[in-house]
């Protein structure tokens, strides 16, 4: 499956951005999907993920309560809604996918086989 990361732009704090990630290829409705990010300077971090089911979801702390993940299987396509955006926020964002029909969503990267190019996410102070 091929993945198309987009979305990406520069943001006052405060704003809001969405991040879509569009898979080719193969429906996307049997992968788990993540976002990671990596800022400059910095290893690539996990941010969100949402098993294939898409019950089930988990954030990491920095964002819990301002970020929002989700699917639309009909376009083969996952978001990322980020709001109430910091300048802390600021990195190269990147979704994956696995096929994986786990109840849990990964969280680890390592785990993703797939990988989208990255969209540069940029928020001014």
């Known amino acids: 499956v091929q993945l198309q990361a987009s979305g990406g732009g520069l943001v006052q704090a405060g704003g809001s951005l969405r991040l879509s990630c569009t898979a080719s290829?193969?429906?996307?409705?049997?992968?788990?999907v993540g976002w990671f990010r990596q800022a400059p300077g910095k290893e690539r971090e996990f941010v969100s993920a949402?098993?294939?089911?898409?019950?089930?979801?988990d954030y990491a702390d920095a964002v819990k309560g301002r970020f929002t993940i989700s699917r639309d299987n009909a376009k083969n396509t996952v978001y990322l809604q980020m709001n109430a955006l910091k300048p802390e926020d600021t990195a190269v964002y990147y979704c994956?996918?696995?096929?994986?029909?786990?109840?849990?969503?990964?969280?680890?990267?390592?785990?993703?086989?797939?990988w989208g190019q990255g969209t540069q996410v940029t928020v001014s102070s």
């Open positions: 949402l098993n294939w089911s898409g019950d089930r979801t």
């Open positions: 994956a996918a696995d096929r994986n029909l786990n109840r849990a969503p990964i969280t680890r990267e390592s785990e993703y086989p797939y």
């Open positions: 290829g193969r429906t996307y409705s049997s992968y788990a």
